[in-house]
């Protein structure tokens, strides 16, 4: 469980405005707005790459924000995170870049890292891609290799930005339950930005909706429909997905309409 | 951001630099890899550009000394001088902040705005040692060879001028190369090249790590970090140069 209290950060201006909030353990914790509304910023603070202007962040009681440096490196072994761009590390294939957190940090004998940078790479269907470069291969792939490489630690909590942005739709429904899956399979802590609906209706568990900087909005999927909150109705009307079932839903009322009328 | 701060900031990324590896074994892998890409791929054009100075000194300096008064050796001891000074040392090194310095801060440029460094960071690795560390030590390491390379291959150029053309006889430049040599030049010229390897590298790379921004912005840290690097090369060869040689 993460516990995130009352962090604010600023760049130019104000981006994150008293932020709070708590992401489940084992669940899929999606971080939901419009884009600019600083989901970004707010993971980044989060994993310790922003540093925060106040506020605290717990990993299951551990301040990441009170730490030093050296221990913070440390405590990071423990996280894995997917980069909206996938940042894989051009010069390294597939391969290299699965087994580098292992090169960097396993004490294993070179056959035991090789064998577990595989397992992952096969767990991620891209066992037949290891000795391609990063250039070479789809976006879809890249972000398969790059969930691989963040899992390879066997990590305790995992981040994702924006997994299926540049994807096509079946693609993005793939990686979106991959990781879903990923998440119930070794109990991570799992943290996804989106701004897709789909994506929320697919797998979110527990959603926390950020507007303009602030935490608007925390609740299941199924409470979505459901809120007075203003800025996330507007963001959930505006969605294809809401369109499509307001299309679905006039279809099916003018379908009965001809029912009655027959 | 101000110059003070921005010294400020190169300092600290130094300090961040300088540290002992997190693994060894990955440190040398980057190091060999650093050594060729920028020494052995500057060899080259170190030694095109030596060849080509030498040969043309060697044939101004034989215009400057044509007056009968100044002896025959003249002629070969300005260009082994010129050469030892000067060009091998800080002209070499101002072409190669051209090369290795703009590779450098357009590679670790590409890699912050691709948030590749992010990833490193997040992985627990101390990004700053990994990618910069290699890159200065490597830099440091290789750049003594090409100054000696250039002084060789200098030389090689103006003795060629005597062999091929009749302006200077080889005997009078191989005896103008050879009178009053002073080895400490050579010395002196390695020590330059090494400080100033150390701020190519280090600058090049301190530009490519903070960049902001997209592909644009990489493209003028890495002509910031040329400009920046060749004035404070110049500043430097001043000082050492009074400190080293008066
Ligand atoms: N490194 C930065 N420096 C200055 N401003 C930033 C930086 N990163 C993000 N911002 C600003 O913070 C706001 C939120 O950005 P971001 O978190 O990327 O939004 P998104 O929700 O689309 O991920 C934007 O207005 C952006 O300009
Ligand atoms: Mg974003």
């Known amino acids: ?262 | 951001m101000n110059a003070i701060e921005k010294v400020g900031s190169y300092a600290v990324l130094m300090k961040r630099t300088f540290g002992l590896p997190d693994r060894w074994r990955m440190f040398f892998r980057q190091f060999l890899d650093e050594i060729q890409k920028q020494g052995l791929d500057s060899l080259a054009i170190t030694i095109i550009i030596s060849v080509f100075i030498g040969a043309v000194i060697t044939i101004q300096m034989v215009l400057n000394t044509s007056n009968p008064l100044l002896p025959d050796y003249a002629t070969g001891l300005a260009v082994r001088d010129t050469l030892l000074l000067e060009f091998s040392s800080s002209i070499l090194c101002l072409i190669l902040a051209g090369k290795v310095g703009s590779s450098i801060s357009s590679e670790i440029g590409t890699m912050r705005i691709t948030e590749q460094i992010d990833a490193l960071d997040i992985m627990g690795v101390n990004s700053a040692n990994y990618l910069i560390f290699p890159k200065i030590t490597a830099f440091m390491t290789i750049i003594p060879c090409l100054v000696i390379a250039s002084m060789f291959f200098g030389i090689l150029g103006g003795y060629s001028m005597a062999y091929f053309t009749d302006i200077i006889t080889i005997h009078e430049y191989v005896y103008g190369i050879q009178f009053m040599f002073v080895p400490f030049y050579i010395t002196y010229s390695v020590i330059k090249g090494i400080v100033f390897a150390f701020i190519i590298a280090s600058i090049a790379a301190y530009y490519g790590y903070t960049v902001k921004g997209g592909s644009l912005e990489v493209g003028k840290a890495s002509t910031d970090a040329v400009v920046n690097s060749s004035v404070i090369i110049l500043l430097f060869n001043v000082m050492l140069t009074k400190l080293l040689l008066s």
Not at chain 1, 24 to 46: A, D, H, W, Y
Not at chain 1, 53 to 77: A, C, L, P, V
Not at chain 1, 192 to 211: A, K, L, Q, W
């Open chain 1, 1 to 262: 469980m993460i516990e995130v209290k009352n962090i604010s950060k600023a760049f130019d201006g104000p981006v994150l405005k008293n932020v709070s909030t708590i992401l489940e353990t084992g669940k899929t914790n999606l971080i939901i707005g419009q884009s600019g509304s600083g989901k970004t910023v707010l993971m980044k603070s989060i994993v310790g790459i922003h540093k925060v202007d106040s506020g605290e962040i717990h990993y299951d009681g551990r301040d990441i924000t009170k730490m030093k440096r050296k221990d913070r490196n440390h405590f990071r072994r423990e996280m894995g995170m997917l980069f909206q761009g996938s940042a894989l590390f051009d010069s390294l294939t597939v391969l290299e870049n699965v087994m580098f957190p292992l090169e960097m940090f396993s004490y294993d004998s070179p056959k035991v890292r090789h064998e577990r940078a595989v397992f992952c790479l096969e767990r991620v269907n891209l066992g037949d891609a290891l000795d391609l470069y990063p250039s070479e291969i789809s976006g879809g792939m890249q972000k398969r290799a790059a969930i691989a490489r963040a899992i390879v630690l066997n990590p305790k909590y995992l981040f994702c930005d924006e997994p299926n942005s540049g994807l096509d739709p079946i693609t993005s429904l793939l990686i979106d339950r991959l990781i879903q899956e990923i998440t119930h399979e070794f109990n991570i802590t799992t943290i996804i930005n989106t701004h897709d609906m789909n994506s929320v209706m697919e797998i979110g568990e527990n959603i926390v909706f950020i507007n303009k900087g602030e935490k608007a909005w925390q609740g299941t999927k199924e409470q979505i429909f459901d809120t007075d909150c203003e800025p996330l109705n507007n963001f959930v009307f505006a969605s294809n997905l809401y369109k499509e079932l307001r299309v679905a839903h006039k279809m099916f009322l003018e379908g009965e309409a001809k029912k009655l009328i027959k």
